[in-house]
C-alpha cells in the first residue's frame, strides 16, 4: 500500500513533523531570549573562575563567633511558619469548601472565591511583603500577614481540587438518604479529604519556613534579617553560617514532617 494511502504511516509522519517543529520552535526562542537579555556565554563562562574565587576565599570558613545570636532568629522563623500554616489552613478549608463545586453553598459564592483567590495567588509573596512592608513598616507583621496571604491562597486552591476528586458513591448515597448540607460534609467528605489536609498543610508549612527565611529581606524579620544584615556589612563568613543554618533547619523540618505524614496518611 502506498505511505499516503496508509493511516499509520501518515500519522507517524506527522507526529515527527510537529516534534521537529516543536524542536525548532524552541531553538527560535531560546536564541530570541538570549539576544533580548543580551546574555554573552562567553562572559559567563569566565566568571565561573571568580564565582568560585569568591566562594571559597569570602564565604568559607563559617563565621560562628555569634552563633549565639541566631538563636532568635530561629525561633522567629519557626514560630512564622507554625502560625501562619494555622492561619492559612483554617482560612484555606473554609475558602476551600466553598471554592470545590461538590460543597459550594452556590455557584456565585463559587465563582467569587476563585476570583479572588486567583487573584492572590498570582501575586509572589515577596511582592505581598513588600507592599506591606510599605503599608506597616519594617517588622514581623508585614512578614506574617505575607505568608498567610500566600499559604491561604495556595491552600484553598488544592483543598478545593482535593474535594473535588472524592469518590462520589458516599456522598451520592447520602444524598439518596436525605442528608442534609452538614450531614454529607460530616460524613461523605471529610472522612476522604482528610488524609489530603494532612499532606497539603504539612507541604505548606515546609513551604513556609523556605519563605520566612528569605522574609528579612524585605524588612520582614526571621532569619532573612540577620542574612541581609550580614551581607550589607560584607560579613560573608556570617553570611554562610545564616546560610548553613537555614538549610540545617529546613532539612530537619522537611525530616519531621515526612515522618507525621507517614504516620497520619
Known amino acids: 500500500m502506498p505511505a499516503h494511502n496508509n493511516p499509520a504511516l ?9 516534534g521537529t517543529l516543536s524542536l525548532i520552535f524552541f531553538a527560535i526562542l ?13 562572559e559567563l563562562i569566565q566568571s565561573i573562575p571568580l564565582f568560585f574565587q569568591f566562594l571559597f576565599t569570602d564565604f568559607f570558613p563559617p563565621n560562628i563567633s555569634d552563633l549565639s545570636t541566631y538563636l532568635g ?21 473554609v475558602i476551600g469548601f466553598c471554592m470545590a463545586h461538590n460543597t459550594t453553598p452556590h455557584s456565585a459564592v463559587r465563582l467569587f472565591f476563585r476570583g479572588i483567590i486567583a487573584f492572590l495567588r ?19 507583621m508585614p512578614g506574617l500577614f505575607a505568608l498567610v496571604l500566600f499559604g491561604t491562597s495556595f491552600l484553598s486552591r488544592v483543598y478545593a481540587e482535593s474535594i473535588e476528586e472524592l469518590n462520589k458513591e458516599g456522598i451520592e448515597a447520602l444524598d439518596a438518604c436525605g442528608a ?26 515546609e513551604i513556609n519556613i523556605r519563605a520566612s527565611a528569605i522574609l528579612g529581606l524585605v524588612g520582614a524579620g526571621g532569619m532573612g534579617s540577620i542574612l541581609k544584615q550580614t551581607m550589607d556589612l560584607f ?23 515526612n515522618r507525621v505524614r507517614e504516620r497520619l496518611i
Open 10 to 18: 501518515k500519522t507517524a509522519e506527522m507526529r515527527k513533523m510537529k
Open 30 to 42: 531560546i536564541a530570541f531570549s538570549v539576544w533580548f537579555v543580551e546574555m554573552d556565554i562567553f
Open 73 to 93: 532568629p530561629v525561633v522567629d522563623t519557626l514560630i512564622f511558619a507554625v502560625v501562619t500554616t494555622c492561619l492559612s489552613s483554617v482560612l484555606g478549608i
Open 122 to 140: 498570582n501575586i509572589p509573596f515577596l511582592v505581598w511583603a513588600s507592599i506591606l512592608v510599605v503599608i506597616f513598616g519594617v517588622g514581623t
Open 180 to 205: 442534609s448540607y452538614f450531614q454529607k460534609i460530616k460524613h461523605g467528605i471529610i472522612p476522604q479529604f482528610l488524609p489530603g489536609f494532612y499532606s497539603w498543610t504539612l507541604f505548606m508549612f
Open 235 to 257: 560579613q560573608y563568613g556570617k553570611t554562610s553560617t545564616v546560610i548553613a543554618i537555614m538549610v540545617i533547619l529546613i532539612l530537619m523540618v522537611e525530616f519531621v514532617t
